[in-house]
């Protein structure tokens, strides 16, 4: 009866004791991610429930009147292209090459930030057609989730941000960071990529299924 | 997760707190153990203060008529009493125990992110004492533990002198808010234990080795990690539309009350397992050991609770048979119920299997844990009449499911806790809680539970409908009533005892020493010395059984009976006795050297008398990033310029913690 | 402990004691289930108890045999309780589908609206489908009245937040969700008052919002239909003066006292000294009594006074003691 199915694997990048020889922060980020699942989906059904709805007060139009499709299909296909751009930053610092990793980053956290932007610019715009946040409860279910979907692009947009100042510093302090610390750049990744699903689906079923 | 690892302590915005002993060590302190204790009393002060509320509750109903409280202070008592007891008391219990026994159970030498354990703690205690702030601005919540909208998401204050003040009428918005705070803290905390179990396992402790209470913990892990984010997202829906007139959950707009209920009890029925499991882990670890003989059916003890995790998403409208969901659903709600009871007989079953045969020592832990499956049995059996939904349409919204609950959650889930309380005293503190008065403190326990819940299951299908402050004479419910009263003064003398005891054995230091394994104890935990030293194990044990302790004491001879090994012993400490052929010694000594990346682990090897071995250093950031929580409430609610030192204690706990490397 | 098996306390709000068909079926099912729960109990019970006395620790047995586990009695103790479940999930489920069956073709449709704190009553003239909007024949409050031996359909729904209306001997729960309205059958066999209560937590006087059904039988019923039908009562004498400081302080305003002209805040007064009891049927107009006449005048002037929470107005000061004279005289004359 010799315990082996649990061993000290130590893999390349975790110099800690592992049972399933995944790092502690990644299966943290892929627990944490799961939760989330729950978090989009439980805003995302209140909408989906409410998506036709208003109360016997409200006149203001309903968000799918709205709806821009080609303009949102750009803002989502920008916050797409912002995950290839992750990938690069990945398999750049994978490569050894930290200043590659570093304008992939800033670059996808630009394309972030753009998202973030459009999404500003239409929330104004539906503003100004009269779909206030209280206008009916599908207005109120609408702005809820895209907004709760752009803080997570926000906070994502901080943290690509401050990985690639803090690669910047520790290169300055001539520790420049090489594959070693590829670790970091894909938890953070893992947060993006899943953050850009989100907006797929939410881009699918709010906006193109009717 | 911090974002970069970095080596220089220069750029750590608080210096870096030394000490680990003394008052101030507290504060700062990444040690689960201490973070344990932490938890384990600051849940028996809120179980005081819930308590308080629950004998101010049955004081004012002891009598028709009665008069202590008014409307609204009742109606604020029950409400915080459920709140209390449940988010406060038994959510924390757990985690208490869980953080203290999990890792030592696992042979670990600390959990995955000792800081963001310990941010979980913080903010469940800056976020229950916000919730309490609300006594003294302007009136805690008063919906019921609940919170069903839209008499939760209106202002249900009867017209007042103060309206208008600050923060009067906002009772409920504190309640949505402080328990998005601790909800928080109990995401991070499960996301902390997930990772734990799931990597820092020592060598040959594979998951079907793992002491039956570190499973629950696990499945309640997993449960809180799905059922977190529902709940918050009913609570943010609900503070909007507190805050800024949206209707969620009001007709006004177009919204419907109902959603707030499938969204409560979605998160709501996985929750009152996440409430009962861990009792049933600490029931499973004292079984065993006080009967001398291994849990029967390990195997089926773990997966039925795991069926039990995975069948309690199912079950959640079995709250809203009356609500009118139509005969379809009904039917499927009220099928999924009752065959949840299912793998809960299966627990049971092999509970009693295991004292079958056994030679059972009637130790105080011994007691409550019988005790709680006896309670436990009724309160069960009367969830599965709940789920007869026919039947439940009279049953619903009575005393006869305050019955229910009280026996699950008081009968069940604290008598549980208790016993766990008395079982690892002595490995916690050193010491034994006395056994007298244990048992004294039982009987009390045991005897007011059914004077206090027994009679409520009479009450309840008589017709006395929960959550009223008055009741009428002439409806013959005085003398079940009085009853109850009576046995609630029971139930708080026990907790008398109980707290006389523990400063007996400590405070006064009466409490007999109580060596390394007191109870003849089966897994890691009882190897090591009481209580521990802070790196757990000096050596990472290697781990060849379940129960591998036990197995290091004792063995069977050839007709199955147990024969105590020759070199083994219950009063030898492991470190000492365990057979050296059976430890291997990890040499990860120069595994420091490494880079950092980013987060924490104590896990570093050492030498055998615990020198040498890294553990994270204490830190503040969890503290100060939690104390900005109750400033962002306050700010939401009354005035955003309270949100500017809320901002500045988040951004000082994220950026000092993210520059201050876990250890040095 | 589970001793609630047999209640002999009549106290005409009991679950226990079932005084009509819907609430029969329900309570069959609880003897089912009840008597089911206290086998299982026992049995385990037994269990527990002859194992902690036969298996106490004694000298000489510390070292028991180690059993580990026994698959063919896992399986026993799965397998069978799901059996019983099984077995027992059929009439659960029957009756959950009897309960909603469609009422009878002479079923009384009402519909009933919970307020804060208290219970309104519109007698529907046919049932409310999709496609029919029925009309309201008239307003009651608090006292439900009722046909014996027919099926009553209630509709109910509710203007605030949400209540939940139980009259425990002839039916079960049905809350009353704002937005919604469900139908919940209910009858009685015998004539007589039973006693219900609002079960779903509304607010601070919860406890105060009581409900009382009257079942009459037949030709009573008709006759207190006809009653409620009639025109309000021309009042004279002091009672004119009530009329006028009744329209003069707004009390029209929330009290419909002229038939029933739309949902109002307040209760239908058309006929409420056809009534006995009022404010959720927690006092007794006892009309005609001086102790039924200063509770009446306690209640007009200080409302949320005489029970939390009320949500009429508060008039107090603005009362003299001739208006509440000429008040309750008019109240009394709505017959
Ligand atoms: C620790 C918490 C806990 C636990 C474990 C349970 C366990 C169960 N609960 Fe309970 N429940 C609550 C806490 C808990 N409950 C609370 C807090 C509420 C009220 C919320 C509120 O309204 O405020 C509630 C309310 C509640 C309701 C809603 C009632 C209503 O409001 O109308 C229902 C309905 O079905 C229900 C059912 C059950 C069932 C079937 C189980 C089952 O899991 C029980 C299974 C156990 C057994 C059955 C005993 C052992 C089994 C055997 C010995 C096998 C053989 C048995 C048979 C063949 C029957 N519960
Ligand atoms: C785990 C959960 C839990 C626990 C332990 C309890 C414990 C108790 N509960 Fe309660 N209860 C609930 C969960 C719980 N309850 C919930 C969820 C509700 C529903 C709320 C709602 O409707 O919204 C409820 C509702 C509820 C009601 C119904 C109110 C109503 O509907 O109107 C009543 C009435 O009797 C009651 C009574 C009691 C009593 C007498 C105890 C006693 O067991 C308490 C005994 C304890 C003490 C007396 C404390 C003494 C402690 C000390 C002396 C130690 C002090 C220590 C320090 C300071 C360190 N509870
Ligand atoms: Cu209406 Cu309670
Ligand atoms: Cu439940």
Redo the contacts with the bound molecule.
């Keep these: 009866m010799k315990g082996s199915d649990v061993s000290a694997v130590s893999t390349h990048n975790d110099e800690h004791a592992s049972s399933t020889g995944y790092s502690n922060n990644k299966v943290a980020m892929w627990a944490f991610l799961g939760s989330e699942c729950l978090f989009f989906g439980a805003f995302i059904s209140s909408y989906l429930l409410y998506k036709n709805r208003a109360g016997p007060a409200a006149t203001e139009p309903y968000p799918k009147d709205l709806f821009d499709i080609p303009f949102t299909s750009v803002t989502s296909f920008i916050l797409l292209v912002s995950s290839l751009s992750m990938v690069l930053a990945l398999s750049a610092i994978q490569k050894n090459d930290p200043r590659r990793m570093r304008v992939w980053l800033v670059c996808t956290a630009a394309l972030g930030m753009l998202f973030v932007a459009c999404q500003v610019f239409e929330f104004t715009e539906f503003l100004r057609e009269g779909m206030s946040p209280a206008s009916s409860v599908a207005a109120t279910a609408f702005y809820i989730l895209t907004g709760i979907h752009g803080a997570h692009v926000t906070i994502g947009v901080l943290m690509l941000l401050g990985q690639a100042g803090a690669s910047l510093v520790d290169e300055r302090r001539g520790a420049p960071w090489t594959a070693a610390r590829s670790e970091g750049v894909e938890i953070f990744g893992l947060y993006w990529h899943f953050v850009d699903i989100v907006w797929i689906i939410i881009f699918t079923v709010i906006y193109l299924i009717k | 997760m911090a974002a970069s690892s970095i080596q220089a302590p220069s750029r750590a915005l608080l210096r870096r707190p030394k000490a680990t002993t003394g008052a101030l060590s507290w504060f700062t302190t990444v040690d689960h153990k201490k973070l344990g204790i932490l938890y384990i009393?600051t849940a028996?002060?809120f179980?005081?203060i819930?308590?308080?509320e629950?004998?101010l509750?049955?004081l004012q109903?002891a009598t028709p008529d009665g008069t202590i409280l008014t409307a609204s202070q009742?109606n604020q008592a029950?409400?915080m009493?459920?709140?209390t007891?449940?988010f406060l008391?038994?959510m924390p219990l757990a985690a208490g125990f869980g953080n203290y026994l999990m890792p030592l159970q696992i042979g670990a030498r600390d959990v995955a992110f000792p800081r963001i354990n310990a941010l979980g703690y913080w903010a469940f205690l800056t976020g229950g004492l916000f919730l309490y702030s609300s006594i003294f601005l302007g009136g805690m919540a008063s919906g019921?533990?609940?919170g069903y909208a839209p008499l939760s998401t209106g202002d249900n204050l009867a017209a007042s002198a103060l309206a208008g003040t600050p923060f009067v009428g906002s009772g409920q918005t504190f309640w949505a808010l402080g328990l998005i705070f601790t909800g928080l803290g109990s995401l991070v905390g499960a996301i902390n234990f997930i990772v734990t179990i799931v990597n820092m396992r020592a060598p040959g402790m594979r998951l079907m080795r793992m002491p039956v209470f570190t499973w629950m913990i696990t499945v309640i892990s997993f449960l809180l990690l799905f059922a977190m984010p529902v709940i918050t997202v009913a609570l943010i829906e609900m503070f909007v539309d507190r805050q800024y007139g949206t209707s969620f959950f009001t007709t006004a707009n177009g919204g419907d009350p109902l959603l707030w209920q499938h969204l409560f009890w979605i998160f709501g029925h996985p929750e009152v397992y996440i409430?009962i499991l861990p009792g049933m882990g600490i029931v499973s670890e004292i079984l065993p050991t006080a009967a001398r003989k291994p849990l029967f059916g390990y195997s089926f003890v773990v997966f039925s609770g795991v069926a039990i995790g995975f069948m309690g998403w199912g079950v959640w409208a079995h709250h809203m048979f009356a609500t009118g969901l139509g005969p379809v659903a009904v039917t499927a709600f009220s099928l999924s119920t009752m065959f949840i009871a299912v793998p809960t007989g299966v627990k049971i079953f092999n509970w009693i299997a295991t004292l079958w045969g056994g030679a059972i020592k009637f130790t105080v832990p011994m007691m409550f844990s019988i005790a709680f499956i006896g309670l436990f049995v009724v309160g069960g059996l009367s969830g599965v009449t709940h789920a007869f939904a026919a039947h439940d349409r009279q049953q619903t919204d009575t005393?006869y499911i305050?019955a229910h609950?009280?026996y699950v959650?008081?009968g069940g889930?604290?008598m549980a806790f208790i016993g766990g309380a008395y079982f690892y005293f002595p490995k916690m503190f050193g010491r034994m809680l006395n056994e007298r008065v244990g048992k004294l403190n039982f009987w009390l326990m045991f005897i007011?539970?059914n004077l206090?819940f027994g009679p409520?299951h009479i009450l309840g299908l008589e017709g006395q409908p929960?959550?009223?402050?008055t009741y009428p004479e002439g409806l013959n419910w005085e003398h079940w009533n009085l009853v109850?009263t009576i046995?609630?003064l029971i139930?708080?003398l026990s907790?008398?005892v109980?707290?006389g005891n523990w400063i007996w054995s400590i405070g006064m230091k009466k409490g007999e020493i109580a060596g390394d394994d007191p109870w003849d104890g089966r897994t890691l935990e009882w190897s090591i010395s009481s209580p521990p030293p802070e790196y757990n194990f000096a050596v990472v044990p290697q781990v060849e059984n379940r129960d591998d302790f036990w197995h290091r004491k004792y063995t069977e001879d050839e007709n199955g009976f147990l024969v105590r090994r020759i070199s083994g012993g219950a009063d030898d400490g492991a470190t000492k006795s365990a057979p050296t052929t059976t430890l291997e010694k990890r040499d990860l000594g120069d595994a420091g050297d490494g880079p950092h990346d980013g987060d924490d682990q104590g896990d570093h090897g050492g030498h055998g008398d615990g020198h040498g071995i890294h553990l994270p250093n204490p830190s503040y950031h969890p503290l100060v990033l939690a104390l900005g929580l109750p400033f962002i409430g306050w700010g939401l609610i009354n005035h955003w310029g309270l949100l500017i030192p809320g901002a500045i204690f988040v951004f000082w706990g994220v950026v000092g913690w993210m520059l201050e490397p876990a250890s040095e | 402990m589970l001793v609630a098996g047999c209640s002999s306390n009549d106290n005409g709000q009991n679950a226990l004691k079932p005084k009509g068909k819907y609430a029969e079926k329900a309570d069959n099912l609880w003897e089912i289930s009840f008597w089911i729960a206290a086998a299982v109990g026992v049995l385990v019970f037994l269990m527990l108890i002859v194992a902690m006395i036969k298996f106490r620790h004694r000298p000489g047995n510390e070292n028991p045999k180690q059993v580990h586990g026994n698959t063919a009695m896992e399986i026993g103790w799965t397998i069978a309780p799901a059996i019983l479940l099984a077995i027992l999930s059929v009439p659960s489920v029957k009756t959950i589908f009897e309960l909603a069956d469609d009422p009878a073709s002479n079923a009384v449709h009402v519909r009933v609206v919970g307020h804060q704190y208290w219970w309104e009553y519109q007698y529907l003239d046919s049932e409310p489908t999709d496609d029919n909007v029925p009309t309201v024949l008239f307003a009651t409050a608090n006292e439900l009245v009722i046909p014996t031996e027919r099926d009553i359909a209630l509709y109910v729904t509710s203007i605030d937040v949400i209540h939940s209306f139980w009259i425990p001997s002839l039916a079960g729960k049905q809350d009353a969700v704002p937005g919604r309205e469900v139908r919940m059958l209910m009858a009685a066999d015998e004539p007589g008052r039973y006693l219900g209560q609002c079960g779903e937590?509304c607010g601070l006087s919860h406890a105060n919002m009581r409900a009382v059904a009257l079942a009459y039988d037949e030709a009573e019923y008709q006759a207190w239909v006809e009653g409620q039908m009639a025109p309000p009562v021309v009042p004279t004498g002091l009672a004119t003066e009530g009329q006028a400081v009744f329209t003069e302080l707004g009390c029209a305003g929330c009290h419909g006292a002229d038939g029933f002209d739309g949902e109002r805040f307040g209760p239908n007064l058309t006929h409420v000294a056809s009534r006995d009891l009022y404010a959720g049927a927690i006092f007794d107009f006892a009309w005609g009594t001086p102790e039924g006449a200063a509770q009446l005048k306690a209640w007009i002037a200080n409302a949320p006074g005489e029970k939390p929470g009320a949500t009429m107005k508060e008039y107090s000061g603005a009362l003299t003691a001739s208006q509440l004279d000429a008040l309750v005289a008019y109240l009394e004359s709505l017959t």
Excluded at chain 2, 466 to 469: D, V, W
Aim: aromatic content about 18%; charged content about 5%.
């Design positions: 009393v028996a002060v179980m005081g819930g308590g308080l629950a004998i509750i049955r109903l009742y029950f409400t009493h459920g709140t007891m449940v008391v038994v019921g533990w609940f409430l005393y305050v609950f009280h959650l008081f889930g604290m007011g539970t206090t409520m929960r959550r009223t402050y109850a046995g609630s139930l708080a907790f008398v109980f707290l | 937590l």
